[in-house]
């Protein structure tokens, strides 16, 4: 049963559309993540949300806006995709500031 | 800003060689510290949790020293399978808590 699942696995898109990637874990955590590796394999975190409340918001473009339904659930909206989001993208969840548990990642080409 | 630092390496190490990494974090409230590791195309995962006695894991050993603000990690007589990335994590924020990564410093041991 994964604790962490995100899909889709893989995801290879046009510049310019619209895309969605969904989180879900079950591990009854109150905090999730989306990082972001690129190709230079620096993991860099892009939202941080506590109880479904935003608490951290890097610096990423307005282009991609995460949406917390409820605490077990992080969903990540990209628009207007360009050739720079090609990465990996993976969804973490934590108890508070305790060890996370990643999901198996989110592998985004645009063409 | 929050800020977690590592040598990047590569580290190139001989089987049954000790290693040790070191890595730097700016906020002196941080709370929680741990080693991630990282296999290529895979997600991060929990490698060890770091205490302020220090702990040890087989051949792993973790210390903290929070008035100089680093964390380190040592492996003894090193494995080929130990060849991954490392991620140094800090843990802050408490209740709303929150997990910064390190960029990672990657070790490849070689036979």
């Known amino acids: 049963d994964t604790a962490v699942s995100q899909t889709p696995k893989y995801l290879v898109t046009q510049m310019g559309n619209d895309k969605s990637i969904k989180c879900e874990q079950n591990l009854g955590h109150d905090t999730m993540y989306w990082y972001k590796q690129d190709s230079k394999k620096f993991l860099k975190i892009m939202f941080s949300?506590?109880?479904?409340?935003?608490?951290i918001n890097e610096t990423v473009p307005n282009r991609f806006s995460p949406k917390s339904p409820d605490k077990a659930h992080l969903n990540l909206h990209i628009n207007s995709l360009e050739l720079g989001d090609s990465a990996v993208y993976f969804c973490?969840?934590?108890?508070?500031?305790?060890?996370?548990?990643f999901g198996s990642g989110t592998r985004l080409t645009v063409v | 800003r929050k800020e977690v630092e590592q040598d990047p390496g590569p580290f190139n190490v001989p089987e049954g060689a000790t290693v040790a990494f070191n890595c730097t974090y700016s906020?002196?409230?941080?709370?929680?510290f741990f080693w991630y590791r990282q296999d290529c195309r895979k997600e991060p995962k929990l490698l060890m949790s770091v205490y302020s006695s220090g702990n040890e894991d087989g051949r792993f050993t973790a210390q903290l020293n929070r008035a100089s603000q680093y964390i380190s990690l040592l492996i003894r007589d090193s494995k080929l399978s130990d060849s991954a990335t490392y991620l140094c994590?800090?843990?802050?924020?408490?209740?709303?808590?929150?997990?910064?990564f390190g960029k990672g410093t990657k070790l490849s041991v070689k036979p």
């Open positions: 906020n002196s409230a941080s709370q929680s």
């Open positions: 973490a969840s934590s108890q508070s500031d305790r060890e996370g548990t």
């Open positions: 949300y506590n109880n479904k409340e935003l608490i």
């Open positions: 994590v800090v843990g802050y924020g408490g209740s709303q808590g929150n997990l910064i």
